[in-house]
């Protein structure tokens, strides 16, 4: 059974850093495109960065391009997006996400909020 569990979330000011982790289990992920949605109170999900299916190319929202980055340790089965310079419209549930087979796993989610 795929299981994607976030941590790293919380309160920073702005212009402060974070990183989530999103640890995977229930088989091997190198072979998945996985990546980091968000979703701010009223507002639909979107996609922020995510690796493609191969795993060699990466891409990101242009509102975080520069600022956030996004990368994986195979070993350990874990994505990470370090997020910097962080502004107030970052506000958001932030979600891990890898799709299989056309079926769309999300882990539980974390929150970032950014205060200005």
């Known amino acids: 059974q795929v299981q994607l569990v976030e941590s790293g979330g919380g309160l920073v000011q702005a212009g402060g850093s974070l990183r989530l982790s999103c640890a995977a289990s229930?088989?091997?992920?190198?072979?998945?495109?996985m990546g980091w949605f968000r979703q701010a109170p009223g507002k639909e999900r979107e996609s922020v960065a995510r690796?493609?299916?191969?795993?060699?190319?990466?891409y990101y929202a242009d509102s975080v391009k520069g600022r956030f980055t996004i990368s994986r340790d195979n070993a350990k089965n874990t994505v990470y997006l370090q997020m910097n310079s962080l502004k107030p419209e970052d506000t958001a549930v932030y979600y891990c996400?890898?799709?299989?087979?056309?079926?769309?796993?999300w882990g539980q989610g974390t929150q970032v909020t950014v205060s200005s």
């Open positions: 690796f493609s299916w191969s795993g060699s190319n990466t």
């Open positions: 996400n890898v799709r299989i087979s056309g079926v769309d796993y």
């Open positions: 229930g088989r091997t992920f190198s072979s998945y495109a």
